[in-house]
């Protein structure tokens, strides 16, 4: 298995990629770049809407356009760069918080998490938001007891979904009901052992954190390694299947898109990285690609 560079024009921090399959488009964002790109990877052309903050993630919706996850809330884009409808005001204080890794359930409600930016205690949170029938945001408290959300994602039975705090190297999982949108039975997935003191960039040593993360038709949990320099595909059983070494030391999320689902996409960071490290890995913060032999599950759309 071999990446490929998609979009060679890096993102100082890219994140929330996904597949549209309807436009044959791929989505991410650049967080501290105000931005959401798209490209047509057929043609090699990227666009790019600036947004007024930082975008933590991005969903397509079944309506047409995007649910975009702002630093002050969530908002709808009916087409792209138009008009910015705000569903849900952000209920933190925008200055020590924002919204970071979401996406779509199966059932078209949006999820986002938070971070906490000084990171100094467990103050980020996981929320549902749920649209559907036309009816006025529900916004539910999913989750909390974190201080960086990250790797959202779902079982292919809809029985499962697991949710990661980078900070604390863990990525948790509970019992979900699609129908009630009810989790349960809280539990670790996968723990990873902490940075070492001392620990340097390139050192070894240290395997890196969890961030983003995609989940094939099997029901494995790939999920990319900040500062790790590599993807892990992991069983149900969290079980190491694979251990895929990255063109960047920051990988950030993976997703799967083509029309087999068997491309694996995966957006990186660049972003307040040491010079040395950018030096070694000059392609970090680049959309990379690779085949895979298991289809990844689609994107789920936004509906409303």
């Known amino acids: 298995m071999q990446w490929q560079t998609v979009v060679?024009?890096?993102?100082?921090?890219?994140?929330?990629?996904?597949?549209?399959?309807?436009?044959?488009?791929?989505y991410w964002v650049d967080i501290p770049g105000r931005?959401?790109?798209?490209c047509n990877v057929f043609m090699?052309?990227?666009?790019?809407?600036?947004?007024?903050?930082?975008?933590g993630c991005i969903a397509p919706a079944r309506g047409g356009g995007l649910v975009v996850a702002l630093r002050d809330g969530i908002y709808r884009a009916r087409d792209w760069g138009g008009q910015m409808t705000q569903l849900i005001v952000a209920g933190y204080?925008?200055?020590?918080?924002?919204?970071?890794?979401?996406?779509?359930d199966t059932q078209g409600r949006f999820w986002a998490g938070s971070m906490y930016e000084p990171r100094d205690k467990a103050a980020a949170q996981l929320f549902s938001m749920d649209c559907r029938d036309g009816q006025a945001p529900a916004f539910e408290l999913k989750a909390d007891n974190a201080t960086i959300a990250n790797g959202l994602a779902w079982s292919p039975d809809n029985r499962t979904v697991y949710w990661?705090?980078?900070?604390?190297?863990?990525?948790?999982?509970?019992?979900?009901?699609?129908?009630?949108n009810a989790m349960?039975?809280?539990?670790?997935?996968?723990?990873?052992?902490p940075k070492p003191p001392g620990w340097q960039p390139g050192a070894p040593g240290y395997g890196g954190r969890p961030d983003g993360a995609a989940v094939d038709v099997e029901g494995n949990y790939y999920?990319?390694?900040?500062?790790?320099?590599?993807?892990?595909?992991?069983?149900?059983?969290?079980?190491?299947?694979?251990?895929i070494a990255t063109p960047a030391l920051c990988p950030t999320m993976p997703c799967f898109g083509g029309d087999?689902?068997?491309?694996?996409?995966?957006?990186?960071?660049?972003?307040?990285?040491?010079?040395?490290?950018?030096?070694?890995?000059?392609?970090?913060?680049?959309?990379?690609?690779?085949?895979?032999?298991?289809?990844?599950?689609?994107?789920?759309?936004f509906v409303d």
């Open 93 to 104: 204080d925008t200055a020590t918080t924002r919204f970071n890794d979401g996406k779509c």
């Open 260 to 301: 087999d689902l068997k491309t694996l996409y995966l957006t990186t960071a660049r972003h307040g990285r040491p010079a040395a490290e950018l030096e070694a890995m000059p392609q970090s913060g680049c959309v990379f690609s690779m085949r895979v032999d298991v289809p990844g599950l689609p994107v789920n759309f």
């Open 223 to 243: 999920v990319a390694m900040f500062e790790g320099g590599r993807v892990l595909k992991l069983s149900p059983d969290g079980e190491v299947l694979a251990d």
């Open 164 to 180: 990661t705090d980078t900070t604390a190297h863990v990525i948790r999982a509970w019992d979900w009901d699609a129908a009630t």
């Open 184 to 193: 349960q039975h809280g539990r670790v997935f996968k723990q990873f052992p």
């Open 44 to 55: 090699g052309t990227v666009e790019s809407w600036a947004m007024h903050t930082e975008p």
């Open 8 to 26: 060679g024009q890096p993102s100082e921090l890219g994140e929330s990629p996904f597949w549209h399959p309807d436009e044959q488009m791929l």
């Open 35 to 38: 931005k959401i790109h798209r």
